[in-house]
């Protein structure tokens, strides 16, 4: 029966329209190839944001097609020439990707991605409003991460039954080996080293961080360090002080190195409807202190459990986060880790791969 199942989906074309490709969904695909090598994967996507400027290799995946590249007419020549079993959409912004997959909709299984939670303000409530009538026409399925962006795709029309989950996930299999890798030396001696990873841009919210950060060591000093990964249009105003380090973009392929060295990841982000980075570093062992505002927390830390919620647009609210961590034996933090590791297990590239292929089913 196996084996059917495979003949019946060898050869099977599969489009995705992108708007930006992460690693993240470079590491599914990859996963999707591996399982399924008959899979014919095309990607289109814009370039890759010059704050984020991943490697890809797409030699062994398929094809990677630059959208800047394809004015309407020739995606729509494009996706007529592939004949597409499926197409996956990220988000409906793009009105080519969207008029061109409104005519494989009968053709092909169309299925749209969106990481947006519902708050239910007027900007949201407006759009709800005109998509309910487009986009459950135009797309068969709706992919989200996770139940309060489920609400959101209730919204805009999409039946419960055509709402799917586990949309976003790391590459566990990656970050569990980190974890297995690197439990011994924690045991030993607990890396007093909270590690950030985030762009340099208003929304992550890190100025609020290091403030808070070094409020804290003049108050209380101690043997803490704040290491930060990224880059963007604030890097220039970054805060100088000597237990705060930054490191720059890091590739994918060089975490290891960061992740081995650091105790307790925190992001403060002011907006974030996602954050894979959260389910990598829970995967890889780490408490958590993570703003409100980051949709994955929902899924990965519970509150005094494996982390700590913080109120992002406070100093001291974050600064309290901070101290809890600071106050807490290595045993603890270990503990604290494992619950981490434990809770990540819950969304996986299998699952997203096993999804991925139901779609064709």
């Not at 599914?28 to 984020?52: D, R, S, T, W």
């Not at 409003?129 to 609400?151: E, R, T």
């Not at 408490?287 to 927390?297: D, E, H, K, M, T």
Request: charged share 25%; net charge positive; with cysteine.
């Amino acid at each position: 029966m196996e084996n059917k199942v495979q003949n019946r989906l060898d050869n099977k074309v599969i489009l995705l329209l992108y708007m930006e490709l992460a690693d993240y969904t470079f590491q599914c695909l990859k996963a999707l190839k591996k399982q399924h090598p008959g899979f014919q994967i095309h990607v289109m996507a814009y370039p890759v944001n010059a704050e984020a400027p991943f490697n890809f290799d797409f030699s062994e995946i398929g094809r990677l097609y630059n959208r800047l590249k394809f004015d309407h007419e020739k995606i729509q020549l494009f996706a007529d020439k592939l004949s597409p079993s499926l197409i996956i959409c990220s988000g409906w912004k793009d009105k080519s990707y969207i008029k061109v997959i409104r005519t494989w909709r009968k053709r092909a299984t169309t299925v749209m991605c969106m990481d947006n939670e519902w708050h239910g303000n007027l900007k949201q409530r407006l759009s709800a409003m005109v998509a309910k009538f487009m986009l459950p026409v135009v797309f068969k399925y709706i992919w989200v991460p996770y139940k309060k962006q489920g609400q959101f795709a209730l919204k805009l029309g999409f039946k419960q039954e055509n709402i799917k989950y586990g949309f976003y996930t790391a590459d566990t299999e990656k970050f569990n080996a980190l974890y297995e890798e690197n439990l011994p030396l924690k045991s030993k001696n607990f890396p007093k080293v909270f590690i950030c990873v985030a762009r340099y841009i208003p929304q992550k919210n890190l100025s609020t961080l290091w403030n808070a950060f070094v409020q804290l060591q003049n108050e209380e000093p101690n043997d803490w360090e704040l290491w930060n990964l990224g880059q963007g249009e604030e890097f220039d105003k970054r805060f100088i002080d000597p237990k705060i380090k930054h490191h720059g973009f890091v590739q994918p392929n060089d975490m290891a190195d960061f992740i081995k060295r650091s105790g307790v990841f925190v992001l403060p982000s002011l907006f974030e409807p996602w954050g894979v980075v959260v389910h990598e570093f829970a995967a890889a062992g780490f408490p958590l202190l993570i703003s409100q505002n980051v949709g994955a927390q929902q899924a990965f830390l519970k509150d005094g459990v494996n982390g700590y919620v913080f109120n992002a647009n406070s100093v001291e609210n974050i600064k309290r986060a901070l101290l809890k961590i600071m106050n807490l034996s290595d045993m603890e933090l270990l503990k604290m880790g494992a619950e981490s590791h434990a809770v990540a297990a819950k969304i996986d590239q299998d699952k997203w791969v096993e999804q991925c292929v139901s779609f064709i089913e």
